[in-house]
C-alpha cells in the first residue's frame, strides 16, 4: 500500500499543477445546491484524476465530489476530492487541496493529501510520510516519516475551520484545556496533526467523506485517530446517506478521547 500511496501522489501532483495554473485565473464560481462554491478548477482537475485512476486501476469506482458524486461502491474503490476548500483556492490563501483515497472494507488503506501552493504532499500507506513537491514535474521526492506528538497537559492547539465555525464544535471544544486556536482549511488540518504540529480537531458540522477519507488514513498512520460518537472509526462507502459523514474529532493523542462529547448527529 505504500506503492499505491506513492502513486496516487503522482495523480495528486499532476492534478495540483492543473490548478496551480488555474489559481491566478478569473474563474466563475457557482453555488452547489449544498450551498458551496465549485469553479471550472474543480472540474479539470477531477477530471485528470478519474481519467488516472480508471487507467492505472481499470475497474474500481471512483466516487468524486463534483461529477461522481452519486457513483456506488464495490470491495475497493477511490474517494476523490478533487480541490477540498474551494473557497480558500477563489481568495487566494493557498490553503487548498488534492484529496484521494482507496478504500477496502469501509476504511481506507491508501491516501494523499497534496497542497500544491503550499509545496508540500502527505501519504500514507502502512506508514504516513510527508515529501516536498519538486519544481519540475517528475522530479524525485524525498519521503521523511511524520508522528503524532503527546498531547500537553495544558495549552492544547486546536485547528479550527477558517469559514465553517458551529455551536456544537464549540462545546466540545470547551471540555478541553485549549491553549491556541489555528485557523487553517481543507484535509491540511488531519496532516498538521499527524505531523505533530497540533494536537486536536473537532468538526460537528457536515462533511462528505471525500473530505476526510485521505487525511483520517494519513493521521491514524502517523498514530493519532478520528473517531466518531462513541470513539467509533469512521466509516466509508454509505451511498444510501449520499456519503456525508456524522460529527468527528481528529486526535494526535488518543488519551483526548475520553475526554471529548460529541453529539449523536449533525
Known amino acids: 500500500m505504500d506503492a499505491v500511496a506513492r502513486e496516487l501522489a503522482q495523480i495528486a501532483l499532476e492534478a495540483g499543477r492543473v490548478l496551480r495554473r488555474m489559481e491566478c485565473a478569473l474563474i466563475e464560481k457557482r453555488i452547489k445546491d449544498d450551498g458551496t462554491p465549485t469553479t471550472l478548477a474543480d472540474l479539470a482537475a477531477e477530471e485528470l484524476i478519474i481519467k488516472r485512476l480508471n487507467e492505472t486501476w481499470t475497474g474500481v469506482p471512483v466516487v468524486a465530489e463534483e461529477t461522481a458524486s452519486g ?4 470491495d475497493y474503490f477511490f ?4 480541490l477540498d476548500g474551494t473557497g480558500d483556492f477563489i481568495h487566494g490563501t493557498g490553503e487548498y487541496s488534492v ?20 509545496g508540500t504532499v502527505w501519504i500514507a500507506g502502512e506508514t504516513a510520510q510527508v515529501g516536498t513537491i519538486p519544481d519540475e514535474p517528475g522530479s524525485e521526492i524525498v519521503w521523511r516519516p511524520v508522528e503524532v506528538r503527546t498531547a500537553p497537559e495544558q495549552d492544547l492547539i486546536a485547528l479550527v475551520s477558517r469559514r465553517h465555525g458551529d455551536h456544537a464544535t464549540e462545546i466540545c471544544l470547551s471540555t478541553l484545556s485549549i491553549g491556541t486556536r489555528r ?24 462533511t462528505m467523506e471525500w473530505d476526510t477519507a485521505a487525511g483520517d488514513h494519513i493521521l491514524c498512520r502517523a498514530g493519532g485517530r478520528v473517531i466518531g460518537p462513541g470513539g467509533s472509526a469512521l466509516t466509508y462507502g454509505h451511498k ?25 448527529a449533525c
Open 71 to 74: 457513483v456506488g461502491t464495490d
Open 183 to 206: 485557523m487553517t482549511s481543507s484535509a491540511l488540518k488531519f496532516c498538521l496533526i499527524a505531523s505533530g504540529e497540533a494536537d486536536i480537531y473537532v468538526r460537528c458540522g457536515p
Open 99 to 118: 484529496n484521494i483515497a482507496l478504500i477496502r472494507d469501509n476504511r481506507p488503506v491508501a491516501a494523499v493529501v497534496a497542497a500544491p501552493a503550499m
Open 79 to 82: 474517494l476523490v476530492d478533487p
Open 240 to 264: 444510501d446517506r449520499d456519503y456525508r459523514n456524522g460529527p468527528f474529532a481528529a486526535l494526535g493523542d488518543v488519551t483526548l478521547a475520553p475526554r471529548l462529547a460529541l453529539p449523536v
